[in-house]
Structure formats: structure tokens, C-alpha cells
T-cell receptor, first 113, second 113 residues
Framework: LAKTTQPISMDSYEGQEVNITCSHN???????ITWYQQFPSQGPRFIIQ???TKVTNEVASLFIPADRKSSTLSLPRVSLSDTAVYYC??????????????FGPGTRLSVLP | KAGVTQTPRYLIKTRGQQVTLSCSPI?????VSWYQQTPGQGLQFLFE???????NKGNFPGRFSGRQFSNSRSEMNVSTLELGDSALYLC????????????FGPGTRLTVL
């Protein structure tokens, strides 16, 4: 069964770049790495997804090394509204039907003024 | 386009009872996944349905079951409720499967007394 680890919490100031790393040793060889953002009393919201190397969209970048055992979510110039919990999600290829989706424990990001 | 809806939003049950939660996915989405979120265990994958078939299943006891209808709406059932089943139950829909971008509903908050 896949196990993912993330830092429990991080603090940052407005305007800074924030990097959150997730370790996922047992990721399935054909699976993606996905990051979600969750605000209180809401369901998670998709941020970015990648398979290897680097992916960038309008809100974040995702860096994945060649061995794919970890990934780093990069949030450029964070604002107060980025205060949330960030989760990585991977599939481990295990489970009754070949796929078990495993969320990391989440990183609580606090952005300070 | 309407988002994922879940009903009811809040539910209080007593031990030993059973409960059914409902999820309506985004129109056109054929995959529905269910997750349990608790402060202690975080986000845990329950199961995924695709075109009325359970495609993947997490490590939960048989008291947790689900189904998907021809219109892609899904229900989750928990029988013989235990205190530890108190949690936020989240449903997520995606176009082709949980490995791709998932859109989460607001969740159903279940309290077992």
C-alpha cells in the first residue's frame, strides 16, 4: 500500500514563493501525481497534475524528479487567499481492482501579511 | 455547468443504524469516487464507480458499499453504524476516472451518536 508523507504545516508571507514536497515511495509506474487545495467546509479543489519532469499552469508548478518518488508543488507569490490545506494524491496500483488512490496527510499553509 | 452535489449535507444517526448518502456528478462525468475525511485519518479512498461498475475499492470493511445508476448518480451506504464512522464523506466526479482531475462536492457531514 502506498504511503505518502508531507510536512504538516508551513508558514509564509505574502508575495513569497512556497514549495511543498510530497514523498510517495510506492507510486504506480503508470500513475499521475495530483495536487489539491482544500478550504474549510469545502471539498478539495484540483490544482495541478503531472507524470514526470515539470508541469506549469496559471496557478502553480509541479516538479517531479526522474525516480518519481517525490514531487514538489510550487506556488509563486502567495497571497492571503492561498491559506489552505494542500494535498498530494497518487495511485499505487494496489487495491482490489488494481488502483488505490492515496492522499497525503495534507500540509496546512498559513500565509501571513 | 452545475458542480457536484451531495445530499444531505448533514446527518445525525445512532450506532447500529444504517445510512445512505447521495451524489450527483457533473453532467457528462462517468466516474464517481467516494472518500472519507476525518481529523485523525485524513482523506481515505472508499471506492470508485464508472459506468455503473465498481472499478476500484479502498481498504474499508464490507459495511461500506455503494452503487451507481445509469445517469451516473451514485449512492453510498453504511450499515451498522459505529461511532468511528463519524466523518465528512466526500464525493468526486471525473470525466474518465479518479486518476484524472476530480471535482469534489461539498461533502456530507455524518455524526454517529
Amino acid at each position: 500500500l502506498a504511503k505518502t508523507t508531507q510536512p504538516i504545516s508551513m508558514d509564509s508571507y505574502e508575495g513569497q514563493e512556497v514549495n511543498i514536497t510530497c514523498s510517495h515511495n510506492n507510486i504506480a509506474t503508470n500513475d499521475y501525481i495530483t495536487w489539491y487545495q482544500q478550504f474549510p467546509s469545502q471539498g478539495p479543489r484540483f490544482i495541478i497534475q503531472g507524470y514526470k519532469t515539470k508541469v506549469t499552469n496559471e496557478v502553480a508548478s509541479l516538479f517531479i524528479p526522474a525516480d518519481r518518488k517525490s514531487s514538489t508543488l510550487s506556488l509563486p507569490r502567495v497571497s492571503l487567499s492561498d491559506t489552505a490545506v494542500y494535498y498530494c494524491l497518487v495511485g499505487d496500483g494496489v487495491g482490489n481492482y488494481g488502483q488505490n488512490f492515496v492522499f497525503g496527510p495534507g500540509t496546512r499553509l498559513s500565509v501571513l501579511p | 455547468k452545475a458542480g457536484v452535489t451531495q445530499t444531505p449535507r448533514y446527518l445525525i444517526k445512532t450506532r447500529g443504524q444504517q445510512v445512505t448518502l447521495s451524489c450527483s456528478p457533473i453532467s457528462g462525468h462517468r466516474s464517481v469516487s467516494w472518500y472519507q475525511q476525518t481529523p485523525g485519518q485524513g482523506l481515505q479512498f472508499l471506492f470508485e464507480y464508472f459506468s455503473e461498475t465498481q472499478r476500484n475499492k479502498g481498504n474499508f470493511p464490507g459495511r461500506f458499499s455503494g452503487r451507481q445508476f445509469s445517469n451516473s448518480r451514485s449512492e453510498m451506504n453504511v450499515s451498522t453504524l459505529e461511532l468511528g464512522d463519524s466523518a465528512l464523506y466526500l464525493c468526486a466526479s471525473s470525466l474518465t476516472g479518479g486518476r484524472n482531475e476530480q471535482f469534489f462536492g461539498p461533502g456530507t457531514r455524518l455524526t454517529v451518536l
